[in-house]
């Protein structure tokens, strides 16, 4: 059975720091690249930052790029997603997404969530 578990989630001041980690189980993460999304209430789910599968690139949205940090660790089978000096517009759900281009199209997974609230 393929599972996909965020954890790290929480409650924290604005300029607080929160560290987000997604771990697969049943499945091996080294062959596929890695997505970090959010989604607010009333809002469209957005991208929020993604690894390759070798951890050589890394993306970030302009709204987080000097604040978060994405990294993996193929061998724990974890990709983690660091945030620091948090804003309120974070508040968010955060997903993991695992994916990959294969001839047959794009193969990819989600986990469940898990829930970033910034309240001071």
């Known amino acids: 059975q393929v599972t996909f578990v965020e954890s790290g989630g929480g409650l924290v001041q604005p300029g607080g720091s929160l560290s987000l980690s997604c771990a697969a189980s049943?499945?091996?993460?080294?062959?596929?690249?890695i997505g970090w999304f959010r989604q607010a209430p009333g809002k469209e789910r957005e991208g929020v930052s993604c690894?390759?599968?070798?951890?050589?690139?890394?993306e970030y949205v302009d709204s987080v790029k000097g604040r978060f940090t994405i990294s993996r660790d193929n061998a724990k089978n974890t990709v983690d997603l660091q945030m620091n000096s948090l804003k309120p517009e974070d508040a968010a759900i955060y997903l993991c997404?695992?994916?990959?281009?294969?001839?047959?199209?794009?193969?990819?997974?989600w986990g469940q969530g898990t829930q970033v609230s910034i309240s001071s």
């Open positions: 997404n695992v994916f990959r281009f294969t001839p047959q199209g794009r193969e990819d997974y």
């Open positions: 049943g499945f091996t993460l080294e062959y596929y690249a």
């Open positions: 690894i390759s599968s070798t951890g050589t690139y890394t």
